[in-house]
């Protein structure tokens, strides 16, 4: 298989003005990243800093209300509330050592953007972060978070103005700045080696949360699980060590946006094609003509017409099933975690959560493990809006 | 000889820089478009490099970037271009050369793409989020139909990596002149001298300069390192301002 690629998805389709500083990158992941003294410092960051192993909860309401067993695993009560900072830590530090000064990542919800701030804080490095001029406005107190931990915010007023113009503001100034800058990026996609580098530091997630299951359930493994999929970084983390277990069902959900027929929505597996953007070739919500459609969801963090190429490949393999859930579903989600068990998720969470909530009959009786990727305080300005 | 190399080889031998004027597909309108394309081709351009537009254009700065969504929004696609191509087949003195991003020739299909580029009288495609690594495919396919995919190179590129694209490569080397996207600058960053002269040993096609290019006096210190310029935002500038290209053109015989 060429390098860089899931089956036939992946690869590294950028300008020869990248290639230099990924192939750098490549390199630092094949000398830094085992060296003892990387691993030392990662291994105590995510302890001291993010404050790892995250939990794994079971929801005694919730999985009365269904008829079934429902886990979470806790990514939500990492330091700064989300899976993000286990990449960003991961590759704030690589990057330190490779003798960058500045971290560069793109956001969309804020969360990536802000787990990129504490990773330079920590680390004495400089931060900037490009966000899309409409998700500046709905995630307004990460904008704040961020500058306070001393980010630059760079606002993308360019085309539809959300993620995807945020990454490409972002390749434009790693194209200048790339001796001293390390593009930080924020999921399991882009060009080779990012899906990979990124699935290196997510795979904790399932790691931590396969054997924390087994423990509590005489070694038996989960029947389902379950993950929310934007450009993929925390539903990879969460399959990866599933994926040999043959018997476990993988389910990534994906965001449908309002849920009408030919609607706007973040869906590139469930009814995109294939096609090359940011570096990959992946499944993209496009025309025939491979312009790139706008995505939406209420939760910015899925707001992407593109998707990491692993799921790509998972996809066509069949190895995993993704599904849609809409904005209504997801915001019914939202609610009914938080009066049932008293947790507040993520609204990109809240799509993984609509899966058990919206097919409890089906999957009655079985156990239901889903990546709780994110805490919902970020989104209390949307649903208030919508309420 | 791809008809590029020929169309610079000439200027060269005129004592003059070959002339690469960019303009985005259907730019600064329909009709005007292919007026714009025949004075800049009266006015002695050595290849005219036509823009295909795409959604999200990662390696242009803003000035291009803006005029190529205007032209999408248009309705402007690979379909309309090759059929106002195939209409004036044979009216251009200069080589035409395609430039543009991966996604939308692959949406058309790249052996469609390579018999239509023959078909339009096209010699040449640069597709800019495309390196050495997964250029075979492409290549493969445009071959049969004498079309040239010009390789870029620029201030970071070693030269064990312009080794790789100087092996097969065929009609000019395009050499970008600064670290960034394009786009009009007063100054062109000092090393790329040393670069030419590393481009000059490894490449023996025309060397193109481009990106941040808006006057001829820039070049003077590449003298004798470079064959050809290709300038894109300064002109697309002068055409908003209501200018015409043979003006713009004027101090560049």
Request: aromatic content about 6%; glycine content about 10%; overall charge negative.
């Amino acid at each position: 298989m060429k390098k860089g690629y899931f089956g036939d998805f992946g690869g590294q389709f950028i300008p020869e003005l990248l290639m230099p500083p990924l192939l750098e990158l490549e390199e630092a992941m094949e000398t830094i990243l085992p060296s003892e003294e990387f691993q030392t410092r990662f291994i105590n960051m995510l302890k001291e800093n993010v404050g790892r192993p995250s939990a794994i909860t079971y929801c005694p309401n919730l999985s009365k209300d269904l008829g079934l067993d429902l886990w979470l695993k806790r990514e939500d009560l990492n330091h700064s509330g989300a899976h993000k900072i286990n990449n960003t830590l991961g590759q704030g530090l690589l990057a330190k050592m490779m003798g960058k000064s500045t971290l560069l990542a793109e956001t969309g919800a804020g969360m990536h953007g802000v787990a990129t701030a504490v990773a330079a804080a920590m680390l004495d490095m400089k931060c900037l972060v490009y966000m899309g001029a409409t998700d500046i406005v709905r995630q307004s107190p990460n904008v704040n978070r961020m500058r306070l931990m001393g980010a630059e915010i760079v606002s993308v007023e360019s085309g539809t103005k959300t993620l995807k113009d945020a990454i490409n503001e972002a390749l434009r100034r790693w194209l200048s700045d790339q001796e001293t800058t390390h593009y930080c990026f924020g999921t399991a996609a882009g060009p080779h080696p990012f899906p990979t580098l990124v699935r290196e530091f997510q795979q904790v997630i399932s790691r931590e949360a396969r054997q924390q299951y087994m423990d509590r359930n005489d070694n038996a493994l989960p029947d389902v699980v379950v993950a929310c999929v934007g450009g993929g970084s925390n539903a990879i983390g969460m399959f990866h060590h599933f994926v040999p277990d043959k018997s476990v069902k993988l389910v990534g959900v994906e965001a449908a946006g309002t849920g009408e027929p030919g609607c706007d929505n973040s869906a590139p597996l469930s009814i995109g094609t294939d096609g090359i953007l940011h570096g990959m070739k992946t499944k993209l919500l496009q025309t025939d003509e491979g312009q790139i459609l706008p995505s939406h969801s209420v939760a910015p963090g899925l707001d992407y017409p593109g998707v990491g190429p692993e799921h790509a490949n998972l996809h066509k393999t069949g190895r995993a099933q993704y599904v849609t859930i809409n904005d209504s579903q997801a915001i019914n989600a939202f609610k009914t975690l938080s009066r049932r068990e008293g947790i507040i998720p993520a609204l990109e969470s809240s799509h993984a959560v609509a899966y058990a909530l919206e097919n409890k009959d089906e999957l009655h009786g079985k156990s239901v493990l889903v990546c709780l990727s994110g805490r919902g305080d970020k989104d209390m300005g949307i649903v208030d809006s919508i309420l | 000889m791809n008809p590029m190399q020929i169309q610079i080889e000439k200027a060269t031998r005129q004592g003059k820089v070959g002339l690469i004027p960019f303009l985005p597909a259907g730019f600064p309108n329909r009709e005007q478009f292919w007026k714009e394309l025949e004075e800049l081709d009266a006015a002695g351009a050595a290849v005219i490099e036509i823009g295909m537009p795409f959604s999200d254009p990662v390696a242009d700065g803003p000035v291009v970037e803006k005029a190529s969504l205007k032209c999408l929004d248009d309705g402007i696609n690979l379909t309309w271009i090759f059929d106002g191509l195939k209409e004036r087949k044979g009216q251009f003195n200069a080589a035409l050369l395609l430039m543009g991003y991966l996604n939308p020739v692959y949406q058309y299909g790249v052996k469609s793409f390579a018999s239509n580029c023959e078909k339009a009288g096209v010699s040449g495609l640069i597709i800019a989020d495309l390196p050495h690594e997964e250029s075979d495919f492409l290549k493969t396919a445009l071959a049969p139909h004498g079309v040239s995919l010009v390789p870029l190179v620029g201030l970071n590129t070693s030269k064990e990596r312009m080794k790789l694209y100087a092996k097969g490569a065929s009609g000019f080397c395009y050499f970008v002149s600064v670290l960034g996207t394009t786009g009009q600058r007063e100054a062109l960053p000092a090393r790329i001298k040393e670069k030419l002269t590393a481009a000059r040993e490894i490449f023996d096609i025309p060397i193109a300069l481009g990106f941040g290019i808006k006057h001829p006096d820039q070049l003077t210190p590449f003298k004798g390192l470079m064959d050809a310029a290709v300038f894109g935002s300064a002109l697309i500038t002068h055409i908003e301002n209501g200018k015409s290209s043979a003006e713009f053109m004027k101090p560049w015989k």
